[in-house]
């Protein structure tokens, strides 16, 4: 382990739940809450961030690239009372296991929101539904530069996903109709929030009519 105590002692090493821990000057694991934070009860810590009300964060400058995730999963491990030997040696146990990022259509795709069901007006049925809303939220354009066009080439698979996505809901489950029933209605980008919305209709007659 490259960090030694006199580099950390006094000094933030990890926020959690409104509690913030350290290692003191004597190397016993430590911590504070945020409030006495506040009203200056640990006025002695180091390394604590605040960047709006009540909200804190604390930055490993301390550390190189290549530690600082075995020493964030390492520092998760121990109990106030824990002396910074017994960190050391959890530390030098501790491995990391890097997860691959997801390939293809997958890495770009950030988030597809739950699917919302609605009726028309007309449709007074309530064990039926009309229309299915489902919002497919992309990575942003630092990451995925010509997102629009990517969109755009990659719309039946992003279609497919969607369909995957509502075919394994519990309320389309409820229904008890095929996922072939839906057709595409709508397809809108919202460019300025990277948001794919996409509306899904019954195909010809609804099979509960």
Known sequence: MEVTLDQIKNMAVRLCKKTIYYFNSDGIYCSVSIDDYENGKADFLKNVYCFGKSDYAIRYYFLRDSNINIFIKAISQLNVGNTFAEFERI???????????????????????????????????????????????????????NRDEFIKQ????????????????????????????????????????????????????????
Not at 131 to 139: A, R
Not at 189 to 199: M, Q
Request: avoid cysteine; aromatic fraction near 10%; glycine fraction near 4%.
């Open 154 to 209: 990659n719309k039946k698979k992003i279609l497919q996903k969607v369909l995957e996505k509502i075919g394994k809901s519990y309320q389309f489950q409820r229904y008890g109709v095929p996922i072939n029933i839906l057709k595409v209605s709508l397809i809108t980008l919202i460019k300025n929030k990277g948001i794919v919305r996409i509306v899904f209709e019954v195909k010809n007659a609804p099979p509960w009519l």
């Open 91 to 145: 530390y030098d146990s501790t491995e990391f296991v890097k997860h691959e990022k997801p390939q293809g259509l997958d890495r770009f795709i950030a988030k597809i929101d739950r699917p919302i069901f609605s009726r028309i007006p007309e449709n007074t049925n309530t064990k039926t539904f009309d229309y299915i809303h489902v919002d497919v939220f992309m990575v942003s354009e630092d990451v995925l530069p």
